[in-house]
């Protein structure tokens, strides 16, 4: 057989269509094999070829295994010469003596260069035909009855359901010729099928990732709502105006989400105006934790993958390497292994904070739409150190932007609400010093300062050293949640140190522990609980003189580890006063 250059499919779902297709073919007559063969050698050469478009583990890892499968079978086919097959000789790109094809690299630039097309398309469309857009790429991603995670999905020309007819052809026609979808041509010309060009388009867009983050937010949303049915206050996840706008025109409601709708409706209409300008404010905040806590659950999927993937590369780097030394085959093994490592540590630590974002907003939510005012104005004051610190303590420029973004929303809300607020904002002393925090590229002392010094006066503006302040208590709700952070954030950071990884596989939970140590902490700490963050953070700076990227020194082992007990014995005393 000649060798074979395929192009490669669209999507995973396209291969997977062509897998099964290719599964029902009619076996042929015994002693002629070599249509099947032929038929197996191009698929095996287009699915190859395909991991120039997959970016994600999940769908790459689904794809090598269909390759590994066809693989298996073409060395099971009986051809000629008797027991001959060199994929290196079918395959382009494959090395000689290979037993098994492995997924081309994704081809990043390639992406970027389409999306680029796409984006310069999108830009000059009228508003109208941007949105018409938008529900014609979103009716291609579709969320699974009860699942959280989309999935792109080819669908039918007349199965599109979107009006007016003309426009809707004119823009698929456009979208086809600038890369970012497929239509297949067919007779009668209403079976035709629309897909999209590449799942990558979906997360590589920014546009197109952002439609597609706020339809997971919304199942999230829903989902909360749902299991906390019979919980007093479940109102509280409700939507209103834009967001329940924008979510009405989701095509793959299922009936949840339908009832979730209906009663944001009615909640809606009914809502008075200071109810509807705070929902704003736990809106915003609710659906950064809701994509937070959605994201560690892909982040724990990817965990489990990762593991696997582990195990795989022992196996692959035994057929791979016949011909190489033991030792290198070892080295390879030992190298991917302390590669997945690494990386499930940054999950793990992701994970955690999601975990704390998403408790503390929605306590945060119980406080600010309870109506009490003592309870309202501890929230609010709550918030503005949060955000503070969220801008101060970013992981990423992305991230930086977001919450910034929010700060200045959250700002104009506290302006325009209370006296106290609009003194403080507008101070000829604190004003500067907010804003050197907000525009900060990166914490430094002086910043951190700030956001301390801020936190130490709304301590005391609420008067909480005070037994009577009438915000204690609902300071107190938000304790054990701050306590367990602190306490978490700082085991697992141990954890890391021992462990001899690196520094930056726990930076997420460095800046969320500096974070609480400049922000939230100061509002209800006591000096015992104060002492032991402080020996905490002096130890995590003795480890960054080293070098971030280098293993802790058994001192700064030693003083991670000791400064974290005593944080937790203090948290704990501490926590047993309270309840006293």
């Known amino acids: 057989m000649p060798p074979t250059d395929a192009a490669p499919f669209d999507t995973l779902a396209a291969l997977r269509a062509n897998h099964s297709r290719l599964l029902q073919a009619p076996k042929p007559p015994a002693g002629v094999p070599t249509e099947r063969a032929a038929a197996v050698v191009e698929f095996l050469a287009r699915v190859k070829a395909t991991g120039r478009r997959l970016d994600t583990p999940a769908d790459r890892e689904t794809a090598q295994g269909i390759l590994d499968y066809w693989t298996a079978t073409l060395f099971a086919l009986p051809v000629e010469p008797a027991g001959r097959i060199d994929l290196s000789e079918l395959i382009p790109d494959t090395p000689p003596g290979s037993v098994n094809l492995l997924l081309d690299k994704y081809a990043v630039e390639e992406a970027r260069a389409t999306v680029a097309v796409v984006e310069a398309w999108f830009a000059a469309l009228s508003p109208e035909d941007q949105n018409l857009t938008q529900q014609i790429l979103m009716r291609l991603v579709r969320m699974p009855e009860s699942g959280r995670v989309p999935e792109v999905k ?28 497929t239509v297949s041509r067919a007779d009668p010309p209403a079976s035709a099928v629309v897909a999209l060009g590449s799942d990558a388009l979906t997360r590589e867009w920014p546009a197109f990732a952002d439609w597609v983050k706020k339809r997971v937010e919304f199942r999230g949303a829903v989902r909360y709502w749902h299991e906390h049915k019979d919980v007093a206050g479940k109102e509280e996840a409700l939507i209103r105006g834009e967001l329940l706008r924008d979510a009405e025109q989701y095509h793959d409601l299922n009936t949840i989400e339908r009832a979730f709708l209906a009663a944001s409706r009615v909640r809606d209409s009914r809502a008075t105006a200071y109810q509807r300008f705070w929902k704003r404010v736990f809106a915003s905040l609710a659906a950064a934790a809701v994509m937070l806590a959605i994201t560690a659950v892909m ?57 704390f974002e998403s408790t503390m907003t929605f306590a945060l939510a119980k406080l600010v739409m309870s109506e009490n005012f003592h309870a309202v104005h501890a929230a609010k004051k709550i918030l503005m150190i949060q955000t503070l610190g969220q801008v101060l303590f970013a992981d990423g420029p992305d991230a930086a932007r977001a919450v910034r973004r929010n700060w200045h929303e959250l700002r104009e809300m506290l302006i ?86 690196p520094l930056e596989t726990a930076r997420v939970l460095v800046n969320l522990f500096r974070r609480l140590y400049c922000g939230e902490m100061v509002l209800i700490e006591g000096s015992r609980v104060a002492g032991a963050m402080v020996a905490f953070e002096e130890a995590v700076r003795e480890w960054e003189k080293a070098g971030a990227d280098k293993p802790a020194s058994d001192d700064v082992k030693a003083a991670l580890g000791k400064a974290a007990e005593r944080l937790r014995t203090a948290c704990a005393a501490e926590l047993k006063e309270t309840q006293k």
């Open 154 to 181: 080819p669908v039918a020309l007349t199965e599109l359901g979107l009006a007016p007819a003309d426009a809707i052809d004119r823009l698929l026609r456009e979208l086809e010729r600038v890369g970012a979808v």
């Open 416 to 501: 325009r609400d209370r006296v106290w607020f609009k003194q403080l904002l507008e101070d000829a002393k604190w004003e500067p010093r907010i804003k050197e925090v907000t525009t900060a590229d990166a914490p430094s002392h002086t910043t951190k300062q700030s956001l301390l010094d801020l936190s130490r006066k709304v301590r005391e503006d609420m008067q909480l050293d005070e037994p009577t302040s009438v915000y204690l208590p609902y300071l107190n709700l938000m304790k054990p949640i701050w306590f367990g952070q602190a306490q978490q954030s700082t085991a697992l950071v141990v954890q890391a140190a021992e462990a001899g990884r």
């Open 299 to 355: 982040l724990a999927i990817a965990t489990v993958y990762s593991q696997e993937q582990v195990a795989d590369t022992k196996l692959k780097a035994e057929q791979q390497h016949r011909s190489a030394t033991e030792e290198a085959a070892k080295k390879q093994v030992k190298f991917e292994a302390e590669k997945a490592a690494l990386e499930q540590a940054k999950r793990e630590a992701v994970q955690a904070k999601g975990e």
